[in-house]
């Protein structure tokens, strides 16, 4: 049976794969900015999140408890989400999507490597050999 966080994992690829098709089909349209699109689609996303939170009875928590430790990295999160998420839409705005996505895709290799260095997980050597395979396939596609 495959583990409940492999099957989100992959919805969660799903959703980013078509996230990256649709920002690029606004985008294209040469009728919005970059920071247009990016405002429609997080402005959906914060409802949602938000949403969730208050169906879950967790409303107040995350009002009154705002500077609790673990809610302090959620803020760093959030920082280097904002980063994240603004760049690859501005990236997306100036070049191929088959280039920018494998590029801006390589977080899973750095993810992977500070989940080793900083989190103490572990990883076996088949793993450290599909990311060696994806670092060399990011570099094929992007010359």
């Keep these: 049976m495959i583990p409940s966080y ?18 690029k089909l606004a985008e ?11 405002a ?5 996303v914060a409802i949602f999140a938000i949403g969730v939170v208050a169906w879950r009875g967790e409303l107040k928590a995350l ?6 430790p673990p809610l ?14 603004t760049s690859l ?14 590029v801006y895709g390589m ?3 750095g993810g992977a490597v500070l989940g080793v260095v900083v989190l103490g997980e572990a990883m076996p050597w ?9 670092v060399v396939g990011v570099v094929l596609i992007s010359i």
């Excluded at 429609?40 to 959906?44: A, K, P, R």
């Excluded at 009002?63 to 609790?68: A, K, N, P, S, V």
């Excluded at 088949?126 to 994806?134: D, E, F, N, Q, Y």
């Design 6 to 23: 492999i099957l989100w994992a992959l919805l969660g690829m799903a959703g980013y794969s078509l996230m990256t098709l649709f920002v």
């Design 28 to 38: 294209r349209s040469g009728n919005v900015t970059t920071y247009m699109v990016l």
């Design 40 to 44: 429609v689609s997080t402005t959906i």
């Design 63 to 68: 009002i009154f408890e705002l500077e609790t």
């Design 72 to 85: 302090l990295w959620a803020i760093a999160g959030g920082i280097a989400l904002t980063v994240a998420v």
């Design 89 to 102: 839409f501005h990236a997306l705005s100036l070049g191929p999507a088959n280039i920018v996505v494998p």
């Design 107 to 109: 977080f899973i290799v």
């Design 126 to 134: 088949h793993r450290v050999i599909g990311l060696i395979a994806a």
